[in-house]
């Protein structure tokens, strides 16, 4: 059984930095893309960014582009989004996602923004 | 950016009734190698989204018959033949073939009348 559990989340003050992280099982972690979506609350989702398989290639939405840093550990089966120079529209939980077409996603993290 | 537009953003529906959703590209989703990457997604209260349909109309596995995913070019649907109370939620159109950035609907909320 597929299995994505994030983790990382937490309240940070604007201008913060968190690291998310994504442990990943029941699957083979190192053949699989893998994604990052957020989704403010109460409202929808927003994809965040994409990396391959190995790493090699990432993408990021405009709205976090040269603030936010993905990447992956294949020997540990893991996933992680490195969110720097926070803003209050940051806030919202964070989910790791499989597949360039989203097949299973995990429970989220929640990243708060405030003062 | 290719823009979805879904319709309508909330819906009512008595149980054993059908329902239907609209989601609308700004630009087809036809892809160079003739697939059409159009994905929907639904999201319970409190929890995270679950892959509903892939590529306009393939069922993920696990998902009742009563979801049906169709369309082409711009233009795509889903529905659920007869609506159960487990099917209350958001769902969400998503199209990965012109991208990045991959880019969602703004949701559609289905409540039981």
């Known amino acids: 059984e597929v299995q994505l559990v994030e983790s990382g989340g937490g309240l940070v003050q604007p201008g913060g930095s968190l690291r998310l992280s994504c442990a990943a099982t029941?699957?083979?972690?190192?053949?699989?893309?893998m994604n990052w979506v957020r989704q403010a609350p109460g409202k929808g989702l927003e994809w965040v960014s994409w990396?391959?398989?190995?790493?090699?290639?990432?993408h990021y939405a405009d709205s976090v582009k040269g603030r936010f840093i993905i990447s992956r550990d294949n020997a540990k089966n893991s996933l992680y989004l490195e969110v720097n120079s926070l803003r209050d529209e940051d806030t919202a939980v964070y989910y790791c996602?499989?597949?360039?077409?989203?097949?299973?996603w995990g429970q989220g993290t929640l990243v708060t923004v405030s003062s | 950016d290719v823009v979805m537009t879904q319709s309508p953003l909330s819906l009512s529906v008595t149980l054993g009734q059908p329902a239907s959703i609209s989601c609308r590209s700004s630009?087809?989703?036809?892809?160079?190698?003739?697939?059409?990457?159009l994905n929907w997604f639904h999201q319970r209260p409190g929890q995270s989204p679950r892959r509903l349909i892939y590529?306009?109309?393939n069922r993920d596995s696990g998902v009742p018959d009563r979801f049906s995913g169709s369309g082409s070019g711009t233009d795509f649907t889903l529905k659920i033949s007869r609506v159960e109370a487990e099917d209350v939620g958001v769902y969400y159109c998503m199209q990965n073939t012109h991208w990045p950035p991959i880019t969602f609907g703004q949701g559609t909320r289905l409540e039981i009348k």
């Open positions: 990396i391959s398989t190995s790493g090699g290639a990432v």
């Open positions: 630009q087809s989703l036809v892809y160079t190698d003739g697939n059409t990457y």
């Open positions: 996602a499989k597949g360039t077409w989203h097949e299973n």
């Open positions: 029941g699957f083979t972690f190192s053949a699989s893309n």
């Open positions: 590529k306009v109309s």
